[in-house]
């Protein structure tokens, strides 16, 4: 619950959907599991990006989301409410909203694997490579 946004609904939701950090093998395999990576509609002669594809836990990626807009909304200095602001110059603030709740799920299962704390100087330095 270190996490900007995470609170213990979240946290508990986090734990009770994943049930094992062993199922995975990376942060990026969760995020699928979640359904907050982006889908694909494409053919032999084109190909397209669709929003993100909705599988896995609906409960805990509409939680991971309510986590995301409460932190953005908070308006603290944080280094990584700072990329998700960058991102919603870019594009917009939902879209904005669904990448940091991505991000928060890759965060809260590297601690947990791990079982580390959280670093905000860390997430900044994974976010500006990404």
Same mark, same amino acid.
Request: hydrophobic share 50%; no cysteine; proline share 4%.
């Given at each position: 619950m270190t996490v900007p946004g995470v609170g213990p609904i979240?946290?508990?939701r986090f734990v009770a959907a994943i049930d094992?950090?062993?199922r995975f093998s990376s942060a990026h395999r969760?995020?699928?599991?979640?359904?907050?990576?982006p889908g694909e509609h494409s053919s032999c002669a084109r190909g397209g990006k669709?929003? /993100?594809?909705?599988?896995?836990?609906?409960?805990l990626r509409r939680c991971l989301v309510q986590g995301a807009w409460?932190?953005?909304l908070a308006r603290r200095p944080h280094p990584m409410l700072e990329w998700a602001s960058q991102i919603a110059?870019?594009?917009s603030r939902p879209v904005a909203?669904?990448?940091?709740?991505?991000?928060?799920?890759? /965060?809260?299962?590297? /601690?947990?694997r791990d079982g580390t704390t959280y670093e905000p100087k860390r997430a900044a330095q994974?976010?500006?490579s990404t």
């Open positions: 979240i946290a508990l094992d950090p062993s969760v995020q699928s599991y979640l359904g907050l990576t669709t929003g /993100i594809t909705k599988a896995g836990p609906s409960e409460a932190a953005m110059q870019r594009r909203a669904v990448a940091l709740a991505r991000k928060l799920a890759g /965060i809260l299962f590297a /601690i947990w994974r976010s500006a």
